[in-house]
């Protein structure tokens, strides 16, 4: 805790319990007290300190991250920490490395696509990291198109093994995080060839590194992609380069929990979806949607405490000058952020629920939600990603000059998140996934195929086709059920415009085609709705602590009405609302920031972070911003020498040359 606590005011007009709200934002008591202490261990080792992260070299970064990885590891054994405080221990590192692509997809792959026995051999070397691994899938030519990838892997049965081998230059795997330096082993998805016959995608685990001095294997080509975007940030992480010339593999390291290759060579499928081989990235996928509130919401604690401290203009008469967080431009570009930090939190539980139900009933074969789960996953990855990165950036505006500067954190988190909109499959890709899914529902409506789960609204397509708002008042849209049948109607409208556009072109392809910058705008409101739905359903549900569930309503309002806002245009056109009712709405908007504003500091202490984690000098718990600005430009490596080097050879004769040339005039 601080001694001189700056935002003490501002913690102090909170109208509801901190403590309380922060377990309703970490899910449990016994989460808010896990995270707090991994926190606070990671926090207070030297080891993990990162301030002066944007300053190192790439080498000096990438070694650092090595020394964290292994420093980490030692503690998760020596403390024997369990997995839960594992992850958070290392979530609390802060720093992009091997590690996240060894426990987040090469452990997953094996888990989800081996067979009982090759889990049994390969994971608890995994496990004690006695291997490293990581996940081998894009290459130079394709990444979105996973069924073009050119690799093969050709059975050859007079040995009994696989030949993993890059046909071309844009064969090469290309941007695997963990295989340029750190990887011993990959999971490798390749073209499956036996008896003469393409089978198309499948995965493999290939051995890359020696385990004895780390020289890679015989046939096998390896290296860094090189420099990415910004300073520190994913330049942590060694992506790599791989080729192979002919590698042989035995043929029990193809991951046959799907389908399999005999002795003889012969090909055989389970009686399984074959897109179940895409379980690993839907699995990323949900994971990447719950870190997409974490990341939000430390841009978003560190603008909100910045702005309570900051003061500009209002004062002629000598009075104090206005804090900029009582702008009401400031509350209307910070507080929808805030309230999507909260939407997005409650909407990646919701998902994490649904992956592991349909995990569950995948295990007894029954597939009937697996098309549901990749348009969840899909569409929700693809739109809290893309709202984050560019909240990032919104968050670095509203802290003026000072948000450009390292110290802010702001940039090397925006240049740190915002690749996340491009891997684990593109954003529009994915949001064109979900438009033929939802092109599919809407085909199905006619046959009378009643839509499930998150698309169940649209078996009320003759309702939502037709309904006018009741909204009369600017209070009217504090009602859910109007919330809910605004999104919904616009939602289902947008789809059925877009399947009556299709269905006028030559074919369902071309007219795909055609239509899909509309599709992208129809899955996005799809998923807007999912969003809106599950704050509005988190918000039934009982929640303690005094206030806490008032504040969580009026996030799910703001949440809500500013994506009304914000759309307001397919709102209108497609004649859900009228604009009447969507000035209202903007009127209760207005009303919601000041009910928002006193309570705004006390939202963002709720997160719980650290100010180790937070990385900033803008966001400090203590609000104690100018004498850690000011300490922190001193430590700059250009502040080391009071006359800069190259003075002698650049600065000196320079002005020496235009001194000579004005004493000659
Ligand atoms: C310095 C530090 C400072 C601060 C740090 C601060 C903050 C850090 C904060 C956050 C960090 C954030 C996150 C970290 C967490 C994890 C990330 C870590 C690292 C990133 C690692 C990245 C890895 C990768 O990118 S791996 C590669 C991923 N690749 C892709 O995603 C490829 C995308 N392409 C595809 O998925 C497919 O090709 C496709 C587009 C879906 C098309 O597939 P295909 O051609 O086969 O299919 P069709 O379109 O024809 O569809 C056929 C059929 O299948 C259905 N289908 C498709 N996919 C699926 C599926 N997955 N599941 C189920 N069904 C599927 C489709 O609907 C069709 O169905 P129908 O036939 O019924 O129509
Ligand atoms: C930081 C980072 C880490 C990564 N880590 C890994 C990893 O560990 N393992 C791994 O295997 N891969 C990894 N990747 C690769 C990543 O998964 C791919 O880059 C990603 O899936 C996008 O594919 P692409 O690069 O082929 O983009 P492209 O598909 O070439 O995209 C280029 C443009 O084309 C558009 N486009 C493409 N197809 C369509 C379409 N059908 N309709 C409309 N527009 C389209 C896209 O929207 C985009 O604007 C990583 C990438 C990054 C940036």
């Known amino acids: 805790m601080a001694e001189v606590d700056h935002l003490a005011a501002e913690r102090a007009t909170a109208r509801f319990d901190v403590e309380e709200m922060k377990v309703a934002w ?4 016994h989460a808010v007290h896990v995270a707090d202490r991994m926190a606070r261990l990671v926090a207070s080792d030297p080891v993990f300190r990162k301030d002066n992260r944007t300053m190192l070299s790439r080498k000096e970064l990438f070694k650092d991250t090595l020394r964290k990885a292994a420093h980490a590891w030692k ?4 403390l024997r920490l369990t997995e839960e405080e594992a992850d958070l221990l290392r979530q609390y590192v802060d720093q992009p490395g091997y590690v996240d692509l060894h426990w987040g997809m090469f452990v997953p792959a094996i888990k989800g696509q081996g067979t009982e026995e090759q889990q049994h051999k390969w994971l608890p070397l995994a496990y004690k990291f006695q291997i490293i691994g990581c996940y ?7 990444g979105s198109n996973v069924q073009g990838l050119e690799t093969t892997a050709t059975f050859d049965p007079k040995t009994d093994e696989f030949v993993i081998h890059s046909p071309t230059l844009t064969s090469s795997k ?16 390749a073209r499956l060839i036996t008896e003469g016959k393409d089978y198309g995608i499948h995965g493999f685990i290939v051995q890359l590194r020696s385990l004895e001095d780390h020289s890679p294997l015989p ?5 860094d992609i090189g420099g990415k975007f910004g300073s520190g940030a994913y330049n942590s992480m060694d992506n790599g380069v791989l080729r192979f010339d002919h590698v042989r593999i035995p043929r029990d390291q193809m991951l046959m929990r799907l389908s399999q290759v005999t002795r003889e060579g012969k090909y055989v499928h389970s009686n399984v979806p074959k897109q179940l081989l895409y379980g690993t990235m839907v699995y990323v996928r949900q994971s990447i949607v719950a870190d997409a509130s974490k990341a939000l919401s430390r841009a978003v604690c560190i603008a909100v405490r910045y702005s309570a401290v900051r003061k500009q203009f209002g004062s002629q008469d000598g009075g104090p000058e206005t804090q900029v967080l009582n702008y009401k431009t400031q509350q209307s570009r910070l507080f929808p952020l805030l309230a999507s930090a909260y939407a997005f939190r409650f909407v990646g539980d919701w998902l994490n629920w649904l992956y592991t139900d349909v995990t569950q009933k995948l295990e007894a074969k029954d597939f ?32 003026g000059g000072h948000g450009y500067l390292n110290s802010s954190g702001l940039p090397e988190l925006f240049a740190v ?17 979900v438009a033929r899914i939802l092109m599919k529902t809407v085909s199905q409506l006619a046959s009378g195929k009643q839509p499930v789960g998150t698309m169940a609204y649209m078996g009320k397509v003759q309702y939502l086709m037709q309904c006018k708002s009741a909204v009369s008042s600017a209070e009217d849209w504090l009602n859910p059920d109007a919330i809910q049948e605004a999104f919904e109607a616009r939602a289902l409208r947008m789809a059925v415009n877009c399947a009556q556009n299709i269905s006028q072109a030559a074919s369902q392809e ?29 918000v039934h549900q009982e929640i303690p602590g005094h206030g806490v569930k008032e504040q969580l309503q009026a996030l799910c309002n703001v949440y809500a009405l500013y994506i009304l806002h914000k759309h307001l245009g397919d709102f209108l056109a497609t004649g859900c609302i009228t604009p009447r009712q969507g000035a209202l709405a903007n009127e209760q908007l207005g009303k919601l920031y000041a009910q928002v504003r006193p309570n705004a500091v006390a939202l963002v202490d709720a997160f719980n972070y650290t100010d180790h984690y937070l990385g900033s000098v803008l966001g400090r718990y203590d609000g104690d911003v100018y004498p850690a600005l000011y300490e922190e430009a001193w430590k700059d490596p250009l502040n080391e020498t009071v006359v800069p080097e190259g003075y002698h050879e650049y600065l000196r004769p320079l002005i020496k040359q235009q001194q000579l040339k004005l004493s000659r005039l």
């Open 174 to 189: 290309w941007w695997p995080g963990g295989l340029g330096k750190a990887s011993t082993h990959a999971v490798v998805y």
């Open 75 to 78: 503690r998760i054994v020596e």
């Open 510 to 538: 071309e007219g795909f085609y055609e239509r899909s910058p509309d599709l992208l705008e129809a899955a996005v409101a799809h998923i807007q709705l999912i969003i809106v739905t599950k704050f509005i359903e988190k």
């Open 368 to 399: 009937s939600t697996l098309q549901e789960a990749h348009a969840c996953t899909a569409g929700l990855k693809a739109v809290t990603t893309s709202v984050t990165a560019d909240a990032i950036e919104e968050c670095r505006k509203l802290c």
């Open 26 to 29: 970490a899910g449990s008591r």
């Open 219 to 223: 046939g096998v080509t390896l290296g």
């Open 417 to 433: 998140y915002v690749p996340a909109c491009t891997y684990e499959g593109d954003n529009v890709v994915l949001l064109l996934q």
């Open 136 to 142: 081998a899938q894009t290459e130079l030519g394709h």
